[in-house]
């Protein structure tokens, strides 16, 4: 156990030993092991937006063995995925990489105005399924986030006393958030905020940009001149968010990019304090050689080595 891994551990004293050793594997395993980075290979996006958008790119993708596989080829820290991905090939991967359980789903077959995810799995089949946690994602800002916020208090009381880390994706979305919005910095900082709230282990939010939709927030950002013209800084306040760092706060990787776009962007990531990345699309989209290497060069860029 390397001394930032520990320190990291120190953040989470309320929880039992079970969640701190299943949080210290994620953390001490694949390339960044030891390190307190992670690269976390997540594939919900069939499921998401329809397996043609998500796969028909790099038609191997179909095949769940396929995510496995380049997880543990490039060294991930964990790999999340919905329930029957998972069951696909927990048995033959098992114990090869930590896994986690997302928990609730939607689809884009039906457009709604007030998101809020499904609940597809639980807390019995990620413990079952031999996960180290689970996933759950929010929609601050939905008129369905009281359902939402509730269904995850819940659940997150479940998974702690089983002895599972809990991560939540916070997607700000909703009828009183502007497109611009949801990825504004002070909507961004407050979605992580929400999540490191309502209990969670890790949170994940999208990299924010310096759009500020609040007017009251706007006040605030300016009177007391926090930084948000670089990509770094506005990351190093999402962190400060995040119980001033005391929490695990990774950012996805998002619409695919080009290989040179999203390492420099990574590296931004890295300057302003995240630690680590969520990355799918534009990893599993990519044939399985060039996806490991972009993966490897992720994490270089996260530890300083690119």
Known sequence: MTPRVREILSWYGSDNPGTLTNLARIMNHGRLAG????????????FEHGPARSFGMNPDAYDPAYHFELALASGC??????????????REFAGEIPLILKVNNSDVLFKVERPISALTSSVNEALRLGCVGIGFTIYPGSGERKQAYEEIARITEEAKRAGLVVV?????????????????????????????????????????????????????????????????????????????????????GGEPKTTDALLEEVRELA????????????????????????????????????
């Open 35 to 46: 390190t307190g980075k992670m690269v976390i290979l997540p594939v919900d996006q069939g």
């Open 271 to 306: 300057r302003g304090g995240a630690f680590g990345s969520i990355m799918g699309r534009n990893a599993f989209q990519r044939p399985k050689k060039e996806a490991v290497q972009l993966l490897h060069d992720v994490m270089d860029a996260f530890t300083g080595r690119a």
């Open 77 to 90: 820290n964990a790999y999340a995925a919905p329930l029957g991905a998972i069951e696909a090939c927990a």
């Open 168 to 252: 939540i994706w916070s997607y700000a979305r909703g009828e009183n958030v502007s497109k611009a919005g949801e990825t504004g910095i002070d909507v961004i900082s407050y979605s992580a905020h929400i999540a490191c709230q309502l209990g969670a282990h890790i949170v994940k939010v999208k990299p924010p940009t310096a759009y500020i939709e609040q007017a009251e927030a706007k006040k605030v950002f300016e009177s007391q001149n926090i930084k948000i013209e670089k990509l770094s800084d506005r990351i190093r306040h999402v962190v400060q968010s995040c119980f001033n760092g005391k929490r695990i706060v990774i950012f996805s």
